[in-house]
T-cell receptor, first 114, second 115 residues
């Protein structure tokens, strides 16, 4: 039962353009969401998070949008850079206010081309 | 560097041997999590620990796997009598939710190969 889904296994974007990575979830108990970036042979690196009481959070080139009614979130990267090429994982926590396990999606491989 | 430390980075074991994976959390973090990534899959939660306590082990296989986070020293994930299916990347993460931050920060992982 995949509670966090990233339906696009890969995405290719030109340098300078916007990258949009999507994530859907099914568990309505999730109330805190995170995006991680992962390079091969390294651990995931935290990028940005959002609480379910918000619908947008921005940090530099990264913006996360949350649509609770649709159980959907997206990560926007603008402008995209070649160094952004990596696998991006969406993750969710149920019951923010308590430390809890992360439930991960299967990842989207982003390639930023010159 | 005050990041999450894991060792060894690579570990090769023959079937039936024991594997011990170590994790030192970020400075100031008291919560440790272990995740496993099988080839071509996402990360799956295994266990969540605080000092001297297992909080959630719902993702741990029932047999051969154990974890601890002693009062002193690193957290240890122990796999007894390893089998080929245990070959994976094992990641440790730490957090400091008592400071109102729920982000988990990951170490570089230990890549276990069972031959």
């Amino acid at each position: 039962d995949q509670q966090v889904k990233q339906n696009s296994p890969s995405l290719s974007v030109q340098e300078g353009r916007i990258s949009i990575l999507n994530c859907d979830y099914t568990n309505s108990m999730f109330d805190y969401f995170l995006w991680y970036k992962k390079y091969p042979a390294e651990g995931p690196t935290f990028l940005i998070s959002i609480s379910s009481i918000k619908d947008k959070n921005e940090d530099g080139r990264f913006t996360v949008f949350l649509n609770k009614s649709a159980k959907h979130l997206s990560l926007h990267i603008v402008p995209s850079q070649p160094g952004d090429s990596a696998v991006y994982f969406c993750a969710a926590i149920g019951g923010a206010g308590t430390a809890s396990k992360l439930t991960f999606g299967t990842g989207t491989r982003l390639q930023v081309t010159l | 560097n005050a990041g999450v430390m894991q060792n060894p980075r690579h570990l090769v074991r023959r079937r039936g041997q024991e594997a011990r994976l170590r994790c030192s959390p970020m400075k100031g973090h008291s919560h440790v999590y272990w995740y496993r990534q099988l080839p071509e899959e996402g990360l799956k939660f295994m266990v969540y620990l605080q000092k001297e306590n297992i909080i959630d082990e719902s993702g741990m296989p029932k047999e051969r796997f154990s974890a601890e986070f002693p009062k002193e020293g690193p957290s240890i994930l122990r796999i007894q009598q390893v089998v080929r299916g245990d070959s994976a990347a094992y990641f440790c993460a730490s957090s400091s939710p008592d400071r109102g931050r729920y982000e988990q920060y990951f170490g570089p992982g230990t890549r276990l190969t069972v031959t």
